[in-house]
C-alpha cells in the first residue's frame, strides 16, 4: 500500500488518524477465508512527523511537560488523517 499523502503537520496539533493494523489469531478458531486486516482510528497530539511515521502522543502533564501513550505509525500504514484542534 502506497503512503498516503498528508499535508503539513505540525508538533501539538490534535488530530485524528485513520490507519490499517496486522490482525492475529491465537489458539483454535475458524478460517475466515481470506486474510483480514483492523482498520483503526487514534486521536491524539502530534509530537513528530517524519517520512516513514507519524508520531501522536495521547496524554500530556503540562506541569512537568511528561508525555504518555507515545505511539508510531507507519505512514504506510495511514488512510487519513485530520487536524481537529
Known amino acids: 500500500m502506497p503512503a498516503t499523502k498528508i499535508g503539513k503537520l505540525k508538533r501539538g496539533q490534535y488530530v485524528r488518524v485513520r490507519w490499517v ?6 489458539g483454535w478458531h475458524t478460517p475466515h477465508g ?3 486486516v483492523s482498520k483503526i482510528e487514534s486521536i491524539g497530539m502530534i509530537g ?3 517520512d ?6 495521547g496524554d500530556i502533564d503540562r506541569a ?3 508525555i504518555n ?3 508510531s505509525i507507519p505512514r504506510a500504514c495511514v488512510i487519513s488523517v485530520k487536524v481537529i484542534g
Not at 21 to 26: E, F
Not at 52 to 57: F, G, L
Request: hydrophobic residues 35%; neutral net charge.
Open 21 to 26: 493494523d496486522s490482525c492475529a489469531h491465537s
Open 34 to 36: 481470506k486474510p483480514r
Open 48 to 50: 513528530s512527523v517524519s
Open 52 to 57: 516513514t511515521a507519524i508520531e501522536i502522543i
Open 64 to 66: 512537568h511537560g511528561d
Open 69 to 71: 501513550r507515545v505511539m
